[in-house]
């Protein structure tokens, strides 16, 4: 028996001569996480059906719980190795997961108020970073660090949204998913084979609450050991990672910089994300306008809660404005 998130592949195999065809039509795995599942899958799609004699097969595996990408080759790499683990390494997240690895925790599906108010679904599991990207680690992917705070530990900033995914203008979530393949996102794409970008809106808040209804992910009080923030950040960007983790390990989710979501803004800030799976206000007269999430080392402790929220163009830099990044399940 498997518990917890399992994913699935499904494949048919010609019993006469041996051919294996797998389902590369599918545009998510198949959900095996409980229950009986039903999968359509046109087969001609994605190959000339030439005969019936074929038996299906399905594959079934446990997500780990956190992913790591090494990312020491840099920005002449062709690729960069990924792997997996079960568990927390022995010793904690050494310095070499805030610089030369990148390390993401498994979120599981679940449901949660949004805002506190508006009921939002995730279906999927995906993967998010456990520590906001640092400089390091950015410099490692692009060749260049924007940031006006040095320090290889600390978050990156001064980074825009297109900096991150590619020019808005070309790339304008949610009607056109893809992403530069010059861009930070896109490199990443290209060197792991894996779809990482960043969260929408409703997945950040997600993994910042990690099952709370709280002001915070800790409570309805301020607390410094838990965040970067105006009154102890003597105006500067910290190391990442060095405050408490949330309920789901997950660090900096409050203050020490803005995080970057793909959502964009409805033009006067109202408007929530809620139903299933949401990605966000979708009209085209606002499209440059995104938001970024959790307060930072200058705001006050009331501005860096769970719900928390601020926009800006697609071209905004500021040295309030990092990332943190997910890597996408479903696509």
Known sequence: EISGHVYGSLKAEDRGTGKVYPASTFVKPLDLSEGEHQATWDMAADFEVVSTNVVFSVSIEKLALYMVVDLSGGPNAISYPVSYLFGEPDGGWSNEYKTTKLVLRLIEPGSFKMNGLYDVTLTEAYYCGIFEVTQKQYELVTGSNPSSFKGDKLPVESVSWNLIRGHAAIYNWPIVKMVDVNSFVGLLQVRTGFKFDLPTEAQWEYACRAGTTTLY??????????????????????EV????????????MHGNVGEWCLDSNDGDGYYWPSGINPEGFSSDSYWYNRYFRGGDWERRANLCGSSTRFYGGALYQDNRCG????????R
């Open 241 to 252: 990672g060095s405050r408490l983790s949330n309920a789901w390990g997950l660090y900096d």
């Open 323 to 330: 990332c943190r990044l997910v890597r996408i399940l479903s």
């Open 217 to 238: 992910s800790y409570g309805d009080s301020a607390n410094g050991e838990y965040m970067w923030y105006k009154d102890n950040s003597s105006n500067e960007t910290k």
